[in-house]
């Protein structure tokens, strides 16, 4: 995907030195399923209105993230990906998503209503939904967002292994 402003994602296509022909062309001949990876909003995101987008965004230019606030969104990014092959969203850096924002930390109900929204959208489409780099809040969350069956709860490539422990739940298995 294209990356903005603080590494974030400014626009969640394939980029043409990964994917020289396209997602679709690559699943077509592919017929793999694809798990698409996906971080937290640059604040320099093209589908905020903030932006020229068509979509309500949450923007914070000094944190340099964004955040979407309806499920129109994310009906959209599902739809519109579900027709390159998506078959399971993982949602990664959610911690990064939840504390470089004030507006998640200030509002009792964005963080769960971002959550959600994802869900509802994903189920709509029928796409699956990997949270990554989650907090028990998120695992928490999950219980009534069915399109999540996979949580991964550690940060990349925990160094203290000894503080650290690494899980992996399938929710279905």
């Given amino acids: 995907y294209v990356k903005g402003v603080g590494d974030g994602v400014k626009e969640w296509v394939a980029t043409p030195e990964a994917f020289p022909h396209g997602l679709a ?14 971080r937290f909003w640059s604040s320099d995101t093209v589908y905020a209105r903030q932006n020229g987008g068509k979509f309500d965004f949450i923007v914070e230019a000094d944190k340099q993230k ?22 399971v969203y993982e949602q990664d850096w959610l911690h990064n998503e939840w504390e470089g924002l004030d507006a998640t930390l ?4 964005l963080a ?4 959600t929204q994802m869900g509802a959208a994903a189920g709509k489409h029928g796409l699956s939904i990997q949270y990554c780099m989650a907090y028990p809040r998120f695992a928490l969350a999950s219980a009534e967002v069915h399109a999540v069956d ?3 709860g550690t940060d990349d490539y925990a160094v203290d292994l000894q503080h650290t422990r690494s899980y992996e739940v399938n929710l279905y298995a």
């Fill in 112 to 115: 769960r209503d971002w959550l």
């Fill in 150 to 152: 996979q949580i991964r």
């Fill in 25 to 38: 062309a690559f699943t077509n001949y592919t017929h793999w399923p694809v798990v698409g990876h996906n």
């Fill in 66 to 87: 964004a955040i979407p606030t309806t499920v129109d969104f994310w009906d959209y990014l599902f739809r519109s990906s579900k027709a390159w092959g998506l078959s």
């Fill in 106 to 109: 200030q509002s009792a109900t």
